[in-house]
C-alpha cells in the first residue's frame, strides 16, 4: 500500500513538473514573440517599410512564433543593379504601406517588408528567386503557398493591384491614398490654353477647322492610342521595360499576351502609323494621273511599308502569342 503511494506521489509529481516546464516554455514563447511584435512595431512607427537583411529576415519572418503576417517585396535598388522596374515597383509598394500605416484599420497584425539583393542574397537563394521585383506574402501560419506569390506579369504592381491581391491573401482590405498629383490638370490647363491662343491667333482665318486632313490626323492618333493599349496603361499600371537584373538584357516586348511594357505601346503604335503611311501612300499613287514615274515611286514604297512594318507587328504578335501559326517576312 507504502508502495502504490509512493507510486502515485511520484507520477503527481512529474506531472507537476511537466505543467511547469509547458508552462515555462509557453511564457518564453509568448514573451519571444511579443518582443518581435514590439521590434516591428517600433520599426514601423519610423519607417513604412521595414528594410529586412539576411538574419532580420529569418528571425522576424521564417521563425516562428508569428502571429502576424508579413508581406515582403525582393528587389534589387542599387544603382548598379539598374533596375528601373524595381524603382517603379518601389514607388507603388511605398504608396500601397504608407496607406496602411496611416489607415484606421492600422495594427500589427500585416507589416509591409522589403529585402534588397545586396542586403539579402541568401534569403534570394533559400526561396529560389533569381529575378527582381517579387512580391511574397508570408502567413502567419504555415509556410507561404503558390497563391502567396504576386502575379505581377499578369496584373502589374499598381498600388491598388497589390492592395487587392493582399486583400486576397489576408483579409485586410487597404484603401490606397495617392499623394496629389497636379500634372494631369497643369497638362490639360496647358493644351487648352495653346489651343486658346491658336484660335485667338487665327479668328480671322478658322477655315482650317474644316478641314478634312486636320481631323483625319487626329482621329488616327486616338485610334493608335487606344489600339495600342494606352488604356492598358492607365489601368494596369506596367513598367516602362524590363531588365533582367543578371544578364543586363532589356525587354521592351512583354513575353505574354497577359501583358505588356509602356514602351511596347509606343513601339505598337509607331508600327500601325508606319502600316497606315504605307496605305496612304498606296491610295495617293492611285490618284496621280500624269507623272508615271512618281506613281511608280510612291506605290513600290507605300507597298515595301506596308510590308515589311506588318510584318514585324505580325511577329510581335507571334512572340506574345505563342503558337500562332501565320507569318509573313520575320519569324
Partial sequence: MATYSNMMLCTAFIMLLSLCFVSSVQKKKDDTLGEKVQQLMDWNNKKSIIRLNSETFRQYVRTVPRNYSVVVMLTALQQQRQCSVCRQ????????????????????????????????????????????PVFMHFPEKGKPKKGDTMDINRVGFAAEQIARWVGERTDIQIRVFRPPNYSGTLALALLFSMIGGLLYLKRNNLEFIYNKTFWGMGALAVIFAMTSGQMWNHIRGPPLMHKNPHTGQIHYIHGSSQGQ???????????????????????????????????RVLSLVGLAFVAFFFSLLLSIFRSKYQGYPYSFLFK
Fill in 89 to 132: 515597383a518601389n514607388d507603388e509598394y511605398t504608396i500601397l504601406a504608407n496607406s496602411w500605416r496611416y489607415s484606421q484599420l492600422y495594427s500589427n497584425r500585416l507589416f509591409f517588408a522589403m529585402v534588397d539583393y545586396d542586403e539579402g542574397p541568401d534569403v534570394f537563394s533559400h526561396l529560389k528567386i533569381n529575378t527582381a
Fill in 261 to 295: 511594357f509602356v514602351a511596347e505601346t509606343y513601339i505598337v503604335m509607331l508600327l500601325n502609323g508606319a502600316v497606315v503611311g504605307g496605305f496612304v501612300m498606296l491610295n495617293e499613287a492611285c490618284s496621280i494621273k500624269s507623272d508615271s514615274g512618281k506613281k
